[in-house]
DNA sequence: GTTAGCAGTTACCAAAAGGATAGTGCTATA
DNA sequence: TATAGCACTATCCTTTTGGTAACTGCTAAC
């Protein structure tokens, strides 16, 4: 039986199988490397943030600003830079009146999905298990 | 038909669904902050990393050590703090000779097995994307 | 009796990340 | 004519993170 990489609770294909399949039984240092590459591209308080705003529709660089709490157009612009290099973001500039700059998603950002979809099932629950789930009310809100 | 948060494609169960189910139908700062939650969390180089170490059953503190490549005493003491001050580590003191020292994961750590494992995909396919899968060989060595 | 390992700590320092505030040139609106 | 919005950039500053090196007290091995 094939067990997780935590736990030895069954699962379908994880992360400990794929580890023996390289015949590493030891160290597995084949699980931390790519973990870490994965970190070092969304590393940071803000660029999965950024990602979701825009998967939401705001493309612009005001909406996006707007909808991330506590960020700045510091931060924001450089941010996106990163995440253009990255493949991630695209930004088109267009010769409108005044022009316009957008920022979409390209499809390889797509693929961080299942990647967000965990981390935001891990931080709902996470949120009740801190405070009580009562506590919604506690929660930040956008503009103040 | 229900679909994921960042693309169009149908999902089972999405972050977009339980977000539309809350009523927030426009900025959606419900998928935003229960993300950034999780980032507090395991944010940083060597809090997932450490994880993995210890759940490969290296549980003294240079086997851990040992195992992450380029961390140093002070920065893995710090991080175990950290991870011991969130509930996802235990230290054990054994008053054999001499005292050891034991680092487990707490039960409340294999919750953060779907997000290893989706970090551990996503990083797996990202390097193939960079460098060609072939360059396997190109991959930092645990001790030099 | 010297070396090596264990489990760290301390001091110092550099780099990166992040925050506050202001300002740029442009245009559309009141 | 004044205000506001857009898409940023610049400057300054603080905090966080990370890296180097040395050193602690202890014990076991050579």
Redesign the interface.
């Known amino acids: 039986m094939v067990t997780?990489?935590?736990?030895d609770?069954p699962?379908e294909l994880?992360?400990k199988e794929?580890c023996m399949e390289k015949g590493d039984h030891?160290?597995?240092?084949g699980?931390?490397?790519?973990?870490?590459?994965?970190?070092?591209?969304i590393?940071?308080?803000w660029k999965?943030?950024i990602?979701?705003?825009i998967?939401?529709g705001h493309k612009r660089f005001r909406d996006i600003e707007r909808?991330?709490?506590k960020i700045t157009s510091k931060v924001l612009s450089k941010e996106l830079k990163d995440l253009e290099a990255h493949k991630l973001v695209k930004r088109s500039v267009f010769d409108s009146q005044p022009v316009t700059v957008e920022y979409t998603?390209t499809p390889?950002?797509?693929?961080?999905?299942?990647?967000?979809?965990?981390?935001?099932?891990?931080?709902?629950?996470?949120?009740k298990?801190i405070f009580g789930s009562a506590e919604v009310a506690e929660?930040?809100v956008?503009q103040e």
């Open positions: 997780g990489i935590l736990t609770q699962m994880t992360v794929k030891k160290d597995c240092l699980v931390i490397m790519p973990v870490r590459d994965a970190l070092d591209v590393n940071g308080k999965l943030p990602i979701i705003a998967s939401r909808n991330i709490p998603l390889y950002a797509a693929t961080l999905n299942p990647v967000i979809d965990a981390l935001f099932a891990w931080g709902t629950q996470h949120r298990t929660m930040p956008m």
